[in-house]
């Protein structure tokens, strides 16, 4: 009923903020084996930022490649055999990226300790073991990840997170100079993820003062960034983004995400789309459930000229609708908050299937 939350340890937030991050890791090398492991999106590989990760001789830096699949179990499992194999139990772990990185990050520092596959630990407090020391770095804003109490992995049976409180990150650090290199197209989707998971908190039975109090705040920086005078991606409104997707992140910790999570998850286990833009194409239909949101949402579209693709479903088998709605009906927390708690007797597998032919 009353949710205990567990928050980052330590925040660290401003432009070049970046650079104090060697001086936070210093008192934490003493711990386990004495290294450190970077984790990288590759995007960075070659720039200018890579010169700047306070890495030392005996620190492992790995370059990932996000794209185009999310983080999976096999992929933190074999992270985690590997380094243990080679280097044993590091100091800690830095993720540098996206959302798909802090949450590989997140997952990896909590494999380091608990023993087996990851897969065995998808879901609600059933991970045994707290994890090593983790940092996060995000590089572009939307999802929260960076504050959130999951890490949120594809397995072979189910797209779902390591959730506990462990899985938060000990330290943050935000610098909003390193989300200036972001294109249009992802700037766009992901700063949407916080939009969205402001109207889907606001919108539902959970909503509450606390939760309240964030999503308005994030909401009124998103319009700022994506519909004020000075909208688009300038460095006031980066500062903005990426706050924003901290207290859009708070906001659905207290209360619920809802119905366009719920067709996303199902976008992105059956079809592979990624999360953000997932919510996307699946928001621009959702006009019976959240209207005022869906309104302000065209106009954020209209106004940066992205265009979301149509008509979709003309080439999705009747099977793969089936199976999308299917995971999207097995979320029933989400539907529980956005509906209320007689939301089967408003929501059948149809109408979600319907949903669904919509996009
Ligand atoms: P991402 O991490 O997948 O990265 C998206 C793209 O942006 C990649 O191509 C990446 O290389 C690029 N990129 C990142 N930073 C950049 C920069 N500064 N400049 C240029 N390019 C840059 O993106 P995302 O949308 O942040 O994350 C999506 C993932 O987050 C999904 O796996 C989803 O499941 C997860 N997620 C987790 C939570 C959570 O609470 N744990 C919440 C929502 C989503
Ligand atoms: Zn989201």
Not at 158 to 163: A, E, V, W, Y
Request: glycine content about 8%; hydrophobic content about 35%.
């Amino acid at each position: 009923m009353h949710k205990n939350f567990k928050n980052i340890e330590k925040v660290v937030f401003g432009r070049g903020s970046f650079s104090t991050m060697d001086s936070i890791l210093e008192p934490v090398r003493k711990e386990n084996d004495h290294f450190f492991v970077f984790l990288v999106d590759n995007y960075f590989k070659g720039r200018e930022l890579e010169q700047r990760i306070p890495a030392r001789p005996e620190d492992v830096v790995r370059f990932i490649d996000v794209d185009p699949y999310e983080p999976t179990t096999e992929q933190i499992d074999s992270l985690r055999d590997e380094i243990l194999q080679s280097k044993g139990l590091p100091s800690g772990v830095v993720g540098i990226g996206g959302g798909s990185i802090m949450d590989i990050a997140k997952a990896v520092s909590l494999m380091f300790t608990n023993e087996g596959s990851s897969t065995l630990y998808q879901g609600l407090n059933l991970i045994k073991k707290p994890g090593i020391y983790h940092l996060g770095v995000p590089t572009i804003s939307g999802t929260g990840a960076e504050v959130s109490m999951t890490a949120v992995l594809t397995g072979p049976e189910k797209k779902l997170g390591l959730k506990c409180d462990w899985t938060v990150f000990n330290q943050v650090i935000l610098d909003p100079e390193l989300i200036a290199s972001v294109p249009r197209d992802k700037w766009f989707y992901t700063g949407m993820d916080t939009y969205i998971h402001c109207i889907e908190s606001e919108t539902g039975i959970l909503n509450n003062a606390f939760s309240h109090a964030y999503a308005e705040q994030a909401l009124k920086l998103c319009q700022d960034v994506y519909l004020g005078d000075e909208a688009g991606q300038t460095p006031e409104n980066d500062d903005k983004l990426m706050v924003a997707s901290l207290m859009g992140g708070l906001s659905l910790t207290y209360s619920e995400v809802g119905v366009c999570h719920a067709l996303s998850y199902g976008l992105s286990k059956i079809l592979g789309e990624k999360h953000c833009y997932a919510n996307c194409v699946a928001f621009q239909h959702l006009e019976d459930y959240y209207p005022k949101g869906l309104e302000e949402f065209r106009q954020m579209l209209d106004k940066h000229q992205i265009e979301l693709p149509q008509g979709l479903s003309r080439d999705w088998t009747e099977d793969q609708i089936t199976r999308m709605a299917q995971v999207a009906y097995n979320l029933p927390h989400m539907w529980n908050h956005a509906i209320g708690p007689d939301w089967k007797e408003k929501i059948t597998l149809e109408t979600i299937k319907d949903l669904y032919r919509r996009m």
